[in-house]
């Protein structure tokens, strides 16, 4: 018998229809972003954070890439973002850390590289009265890696014949590290180089090496102090001098300035008051160990070799410098690194001697808890990040940590946000988390002092895929 139109119809129709909902899903998936009603947003808080932030904002209009404004699935419209780099806490408090009053108006996005704990996150949430109706979303963005900075006393050197150290700087073990910050070594010639004998030694030259190390810190809750200080856990949790305090419980303070035997060693410290050193950013605590001879510090690269600690060739000849520390071996014979790849054109000296910015050398890092390998990453972005830290046994550098971007998964709960605006920070953080060569991700992967997330094929054990699903959750 054969087909007549009227049997022929039902099927065609259901075919029609069958091939409209397999399209739909895609369609929804590349629904339009950056409307024309999204408004400005305004970031605050890491400093460390700050020079990917200097990236990303504009690219987030000019980028051609799809999660970009001006990228085929962006609608047109240019909302802008605006980031002050301060401190992780000054962000924090803008949301109630630490008890201050929230100014929602102000900041629709934190940067911080201090994960708050589950206590604080509790105190930002019910500082709004909502605790039991939103999330904090702690999205990872970034990694970095922290330099040690140091400008020797005027007159002073150092030498070591280790092949892997330039003749012309000293290395730090990680115990001689932790030493140094815990107020323990407080000379120079003190930093004797390994436990082992010949090629693993420092020699001191110079009368004015026998000086006092002035330890030189942040003034503000920092998160790279934060970091470093998570990093010190590692090696040594309780300094002798701390009144037993931990390195991690001095980390997580809401202002984490104190540092272990301040009476007997004073550290210097300022918020760039009248007569106060100004050590409250990364970049200022930079310069100021750039501008004072006998001091010893730590920054972000980005920080470190914008003040020119990173060491031109004529400053690494007046002993300004970031020296290279452990990331495996032993006592013995340590390994030691760089905290920054070696950029093309350094001729091959390191890039402790290169103003040519290259990436941080976290590549493969190793993160825990803290306490043990299997229980990083995090389950998702709406549990506590605050014992994240990094192995002492790396590939390539040890003192490597996260920055995060701080938002909410319903913003409507606190006062002065609106869904124009919640719109905008959900797009922005989208688009920092691209992978794509002209997205947040793909720009990290070029020169940039910075490194992109760690990856992995379980999506479970990917810190980037855990934060794009925390980026999702983003809403109004």
Sequence with gaps: ??????????????????????????????????????????????????????????????????????????????????????????????????????????????????????????????????????????????????????????????????????????????????????????????????????????????????????????????????????????????????????????????????????????????????????TSSGGKLAEWVHAHAGTIGYAGIADARAKKDAGTESERATGNYWVETQYGGTAEKPKLGEPATTPAGAGGEGSYNSPVKSNANCEAEKYTDGTSTSKFPPANTQVSWTQVTTALDQKHYSICGLSYILAYDKYSLFPEFTAAKTETVSDFVKFVLGTGAEEGQGVLAVKSDYLKLPEASKASKSVLAIAQAGAERIGF
């Design 1 to 278: 018998m054969g087909i007549t139109l009227r049997r022929l119809l039902p099927a065609l129709v259901f075919g029609v229809l069958a091939a409209l909902m397999l399209i739909a899903p895609a369609a929804n998936a590349a629904a339009p972003h950056c409307s024309t009603t999204a408004e400005k947003i305004k970031g605050e808080g890491s400093s460390l954070q700050n020079e990917a932030e200097e990236k990303w904002r504009p690219d987030f209009n000019t980028s051609k890439a799809p999660s970009a404004c001006n990228g085929e699935n962006g609608a047109g419209g240019k909302p802008t973002v605006e980031y002050k780099k301060e401190a992780s806490s000054v962000g924090m408090k803008k949301w109630g850390f630490g008890g201050a009053t929230r100014e929602d108006a102000n900041t629709q996005f934190v940067g911080t590289d201090q994960p708050p704990t589950e206590a604080q996150t509790a105190e930002m949430l019910t500082n709004g009265g909502t605790l039991e109706a939103t999330h904090l979303e702690t999205i990872p963005v970034v990694q970095e890696a922290i330099s040690v900075i140091a400008h020797l006393p005027e007159g002073c050197t150092a030498t070591s014949t280790e092949t892997k150290v330039s003749p012309t700087r000293f290395f730090l073990t990680n115990k001689q590290l932790e030493q140094v910050f815990a107020g323990e070594i407080t000379k120079w010639t003190e930093i004797t180089g390994a436990s082992g004998a010949g090629k693993y030694k420092i020699t001191w030259t110079g009368a004015s090496c026998e000086d006092r190390i002035e330890r030189v810190v942040r003034g503000d809750g920092s998160g790279t102090t934060s970091i470093f200080k998570k990093y010190l856990n590692s090696i040594l949790p309780t300094p002798a001098e701390f009144g037993g305090k931990t390195w991690l419980q001095s980390a997580e303070e809401i202002e984490n300035t104190t540092w272990p035997n301040e009476a007997g060693d004073p550290v210097v410290r300022g918020k760039g008051g009248a007569g106060e050193a100004s």
